[in-house]
């Protein structure tokens, strides 16, 4: 959420209002202090080591990468209205299969002909890869009407809290308790995201309150 307002107001100019700051703050930070807290002595027994700088350095690409085409999908929605959500994502999709089409069949040992004679040898793997880009394809109808109907920001606002709910819920079914910090940080994420309804909803009663001055 942090790079998608960071790379909308430095890249395009846009402005977010300070309880919108607020909120993001809240979430991420909650998110953040969630996985950088100490865990439980049964989850760390579990853990493996880690390259952590390589991991954050990754992490931070993904994240301005992401931000950036967050951004822009608001501009291009913002500065061509008549652009649907189905134009925006046939776009990102035709790019993407490109640049990947590229890199795994862009020369003779590319690992995108490895690929292809796996699934030859097994192919109840490639039906279980054709019903995973099924339903990834489905999803992404969902995620470019969000985007086109209420911005890139409540896009990334629910797909970070779906995420945080899997971390949470997966953790506690496997047996895996939270930590003090950990149950604060779910705290703190909550506490974002219901003031950010509560500022909603007081929007739209202000909204209806001058439809029916009109």
């Given at each position: 959420?942090?790079?998608?307002?960071?790379?909308g107001?430095?890249?395009?100019?846009?402005?977010?209002?300070?309880?919108?700051?607020?909120?993001?703050?809240l979430?991420?930070?909650?998110?953040?202090?969630?996985?950088?807290?100490?865990?439980?002595?049964?989850?760390?027994?579990?853990?493996a080591?880690?390259?952590?700088?390589?991991?954050?350095?990754?992490c931070?690409?993904?994240?301005?990468?992401?931000?950036?085409?967050?951004?822009?999908?608001?501009?291009?929605?913002?500065?061509y209205?008549?652009?649907?959500?189905?134009?925006?994502m046939?776009?990102?999709?035709?790019?993407?299969?490109?640049?990947?089409?590229?890199?795994m069949?862009?020369?003779?040992?590319?690992?995108?002909?490895?690929?292809?004679?796996?699934?030859?040898?097994?192919?109840?793997?490639a039906?279980d890869?054709?019903?995973?880009?099924?339903?990834?394809?489905?999803?992404?109808?969902?995620?470019?009407?969000?985007?086109?109907?209420?911005?890139?920001?409540?896009?990334?606002?629910?797909?970070?809290?779906?995420?945080?709910?899997?971390?949470?819920v997966?953790?506690?079914?496997?047996?895996n308790?939270?930590?003090?910090?950990?149950?604060?940080?779910?705290?703190m994420?909550?506490?974002?995201l219901?003031y950010?309804i509560?500022?909603?909803?007081?929007?739209?009663?202000?909204?209806?309150?001058?439809?029916?001055?009109?």
């Open positions: 959420m942090i790079p998608v307002m960071l790379m107001t430095l890249v395009y100019g846009i402005r977010y209002t300070f309880p919108e700051y607020v909120c993001t703050l979430v991420a930070g909650g998110v953040s202090f969630f996985a950088l807290s100490k865990t439980s002595s049964k989850t760390i027994s579990k853990l080591h880690p390259n952590a700088p390589l991991g954050y350095g990754l931070f690409l993904n994240l301005a990468f992401d931000g950036f085409t967050n951004a822009t999908q608001d501009s291009i929605s913002a500065r209205p008549k652009t649907s959500a189905w134009d925006i046939l776009g990102m999709n035709l790019w993407g299969t490109l640049y990947n089409l590229a890199f069949f862009g020369w003779p040992t590319a690992s995108g002909f490895e690929a292809v004679q796996f699934c030859k040898q097994h192919p109840e793997a039906w890869i054709f019903l995973y880009c099924l339903c990834g394809a489905v999803g992404q109808n969902f995620i470019f009407l969000t985007i086109s109907r209420f911005g890139s920001l409540t896009n990334t606002t629910i797909t970070t809290t779906r995420k945080f709910v899997s971390i949470v997966s953790s506690l079914l496997s047996g308790p939270l930590s003090t910090r950990q149950w604060g940080s779910v705290v994420v909550f506490t974002g219901s950010q509560y500022l909603k909803w007081k929007k739209l009663q202000r909204m209806q309150k001058k439809r029916k001055a009109m």
